[in-house]
């Protein structure tokens, strides 16, 4: 009696995320707006077409989507997995084929008034075939098949993903399938040898793209070495007996390759305690900054600059509590399935924050992943609220089981 009282009281949607949810929301319209709005073409646009009001509409039906899929249970939802992966998988595929080539990769679908990125709904697919799979009997996962499937389940959409090409969406799938692997009881020492193999890997194919003559080199896209180069400070040697404009010609290009990571770093610095002022940005409105990126890669720097070190902290605020609610609905789920999707949704909204801000502070090299509800982007809006829709599916229905 006392139990189902308890119950009872208890709110049935966790409040904490819902308000972080609300407030990111708010900061990526405004901050949108304001990356945004800076050049003329911008404001001569028709309201209707303007990149502020397409996020905030991104926002509206992504919050309808995330409140319907709260509305069934995730057992429900996680027996349909398996076909939402191999349809994500068909996708993934076919944008290879079919895709809108931008900026030299090929992972959009254009359907006239707006693109649809497939990999940003491979990532929520895969978390939910994931977590059904290892929902299986203890026993089962100690098994060596088991794993090996499980890592396929992982290594398909991580190679496609891989092939558009698009390295920063493929790489946050590997810490969001080994966290899921971690905490549904996947024996450790099949994990930490799959650890020391990626970390090998991983090293020799640093030295590789860094030291190696070109003709050794594994087979990179240009920007995707350029990027290598340009996070480890290593310029490409001038061939021998080259002139002194050639050389000065390879200085110049080496400096536009870095340009934006420099850009974004005096952004982030040039904001000190509380910032420049909405919409009072000089690295933005000069376009020192690029405009194509600054409202969804370099979201933050266009934050950090016009709201300063206060800013920064308000945003790592809410992404905190997201994090925290996160773990702690993990921690109450009363199944294997829950503990693992509300992991996976944790890691994977991780790894966006940590790499996007980590390459507006230069700490990661830039790889064009966007910052939950913050850049500007249908794709990355509707499949951040789905995710969150997700983990409060997690916590509406942790009493049923």
Known sequence: MFDADLNERQPHIDRVLMVA?????????????????????ARLAPWYSQSWFRQIVWYVLGTGVAAAICCVDYHTLTRWS???YWVAVLMLIAVLFFGSVRFGARRWFDLGIFSLQPSEFAKLAFIMAQAHFLSRPVEELRSLLTFWKALGLMLLPFVLILKEPDLGSALVLLPTGLAMLLVAGTPRRYLL???AGAAILGALFLVDVL??????????????RRRLMVYFGKEDSP????????????????SDYSHNVRQALISVGSGGLTGKGWRQGTQN???????????NDFIFSVIAEEKGFVGSVIVLTLYGAVLFSGIRIAGQARDRLGKTLAVGIVTLIFSHVFINI?????????????LPLLSYGGSSVLGSLIAMGILQNVYIYRKTY
């Open 193 to 195: 040898r799959l650890l």
């Open 285 to 295: 409105a000069l376009g020192y900054l690029p405009r194509s990126v600054a409202h």
């Open 358 to 370: 980590g390459m507006n502070i230069r700490i990661m090299p830039v790889t064009g992943v966007p």
């Open 239 to 254: 061939p021998a007996g080259a002139t002194k404009a050639e050389r000065l010609r390879l200085r110049q290009q080496q």
């Open 82 to 84: 398996m076909i939402a």
């Open 21 to 41: 949810l609300v407030g990111l929301m708010l900061l990526g319209a405004a901050f949108v707006y304001s990356a945004t709005m800076v050049s003329e073409s």
């Open 211 to 224: 030291f190696m003559p070109t003709n050794w080199q594994v087979k990179l896209e240009d920007y995707q």
